[in-house]
């Protein structure tokens, strides 16, 4: 639905990668346009029309994202560079200081690097502790397992509401009742849910959430860090510079801005986050609900036919999303996603930045696709219509 | 070459790779080699003595292109000696990266003339080259 929105589409191409990135519509390219033909001036410097109209643009878009989240209010949304900036800004801005040795956070192994990697740093500089929820026989995280490994010492369990390798939704809501139950924090890496499913932090009562706007139809290098009131208070930046600042005389006066400007140092992207604006917009009129409905509806119609074919091993049969994860026997993953390229369709090989994954799976590598509303039933029957095949993979992969 | 030929060749030690195993032997020197943008990655063990390539194996994970090209590259390679080896990966390397080259010296491996149509595959095909260079580098240097 909705292709001819998208201008990427007057390309003769299957994109089935949209768990890397989205295409963006009209929409969101032209208001990205809009600011560098008609009003390319700073924010936060009201001085003249088009640098307020800057901020007025800006700060819509804020009231966007808290509106999609159902946010309580602005100071609780932090525009970042990205899901891997605002992970970051959590754990080094609000746990490094209020972590001590033998703390323990709680992963899994199916998470993104960049909800691992800044924990390994805090492992190693702090020397807290990872533990890891064991996954059932469909690598999903279930409240069983998590009070497995629970402890006096958790401090916070910090996991995707959707992973990017098995697609598997987490129960969130009875993960974050359980966890401040017993005076645990919860981060989660929206990465790949809210593009896809409604987000309502208030009601899954999450304390941090991280996505990013170029897995939503919006622009690169933009993204969102939510936290509660209280707690996003309590993030110490890491970046320090202007627009966070009141006023400065020595290194012992330095006053700083109140949220949601404290934690945005520096000229953001401000183009990124205007044009983001637009994007949820754009998702808001096709409605969450539709959205997630149809790639149900895409996932299903695709998992019907790979199952059919025998020499195709899935590895997430059992998932509510748009990602789907499989080899073709016998074959690197990588070498089908040659073939594959060559008829001008793009799906995903290797490991997808969750390295841990095979601790859990067993598998090193996989290929994935990953859909979203704007795919094709006439696209899912080109992929499978080549998978079919082998010898012909065989014969064409090199 | 007939395109078919070579697509039999790299086929034939793609499916059937020369010395595609693990050494843990101390004789052997170690060493990894991977593409940062994909999944490529090999463990290749060298056997030097006296400037001799004595034995090369290897083992790990990676595409049809590049596991021929690391059995194409230790059939060739074995027997040479350090330098030989060294010139015959500048050789290959040029031929990859569409510079001048000789074309004699490279037997099967000139399987991968036209590999640089394909952009996206030249390092597949040179991943090896890479790895066996920096050990061989690493040799000379010790
Ligand atoms: C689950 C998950 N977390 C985090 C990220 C990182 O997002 P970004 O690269 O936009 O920072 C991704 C993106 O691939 C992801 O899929």
């Known amino acids: ?51 307020y109209k800057v901020d007025l643009e800006y700060e819509d878009a804020r009231e966007k994202v808290v509106n999609f989240i159902n946010a309580k209010e602005k100071e609780e949304v932090i525009f970042t560079g990205g899901t891997t900036d605002s992970l970051n800004m959590i754990v080094n801005g609000f746990f490094a200081p209020i972590m001590e040795p033998l703390d323990e956070v709680i992963l899994t192994t199916t998470e993104h690097a960049s909800n691992i990697l800044p924990w390994f740093r805090l492992a190693n500089t702090k020397g ?38 098995i697609g598997d939704i987490r129960p969130i809501k009875e993960i974050t009742k359980f966890a401040h139950e017993n005076n645990i924090f919860v981060v989660v890496d929206g990465a790949q849910s809210v593009p896809h499913l409604k987000t309502d932090v208030q009601d899954l ?119 789907v994860s499989f080899n073709v026997e016998g074959i690197f993953s990588q070498d089908v996603a040659y073939y594959l390229n060559k008829y001008n369709i793009c799906v995903r090989a290797g490991n997808h930045c969750a390295k841990l994954v095979k601790n859990a799976t067993g598998v090193t590598n996989s290929i994935r696709v990953s859909l979203y509303f704007y795919n094709t039933e006439n696209e899912i029957d080109s992929l499978v219509e080549l998978l079919k095949d082998k010898e012909k993979i065989m014969a064409e992969m090199i | ?108 491996a000139i399987v991968f003339d036209d590999i640089y149509k394909q952009s996206n595959r030249q390092n597949c095909a040179l991943l090896p080259y890479k790895g066996i260079k920096k050990a061989l580098l690493d040799y000379l240097n010790k």
Do not use: W
Request: charged share 30%; net charge negative; glycine share 6%.
């Open chain 1, 205 to 323: 009562d999450i304390d941090f959430l991280a996505f990013s706007a170029h897995k939503m139809l919006g622009p690169t290098g933009v993204g969102v860090l939510y936290g509660k009131r209280e707690l996003m208070e309590e993030i110490e930046p890491i970046n320090m510079g202007g627009g966070m600042n009141e006023s400065f005389d020595n290194e012992k006066e330095i006053i700083l801005k109140d949220l949601p400007a404290r934690l945005e140092a520096g000229t953001p992207n401000i183009a990124g986050v205007i044009g983001f604006g637009a994007a949820i917009d754009y998702l808001n009129k096709i409605g969450m609900d539709k959205i997630q409905e149809r790639e149900l509806q895409l996932r299903n119609y695709l998992i019907e036919k790979l199952v059919k074919i025998p020499h195709i091993d899935l590895i997430n049969l059992e998932a509510d999303s748009g990602i």
């Open chain 1, 1 to 51: 639905m909705n292709r001819e929105d998208f201008p990427m589409f007057n390309q003769d191409i299957v994109y089935l990668d949209n768990g890397a990135t989205t295409f963006k519509p009209n929409v969101v390219i032209d208001k990205i346009k809009d600011y560098y033909e008609n009003y390319s001036a700073n924010a936060h410097r009201g001085d003249y029309d088009i640098s």
């Open chain 1, 128 to 165: 807290i502790k990872i533990k890891y929820i064991p996954l059932d026989d469909n690598y999903h995280v279930t409240i069983d397992n998590l009070k497995k490994v629970i402890t006096p010492n958790t401090k916070v369990i910090s996991l995707a509401y959707v992973t990017n390798v």
């Open chain 2, 1 to 108: 070459m007939d395109k078919e030929i070579k697509r039999e060749i790299i086929m034939e030690h793609y499916s059937h790779p020369k010395n595609r195993l693990r050494k843990d032997n101390p004789d052997y020197l170690k060493v990894n080699t991977n593409n940062a943008s994909c999944i490529d990655n090999l463990d290749i063990y060298l056997k030097i003595k006296n400037n001799l390539i004595e034995d090369i194996v290897f083992d790990g994970e990676a595409c049809a292109i590049s596991i021929a090209s690391t059995s194409i590259a230790i059939t060739n390679l074995i027997g040479k000696t350090v330098d030989e080896a060294l010139k015959y990966i500048e050789n290959f390397n040029s031929m990859v990266n569409e510079k001048e080259y000789d074309k004699n010296i490279l037997n099967e």
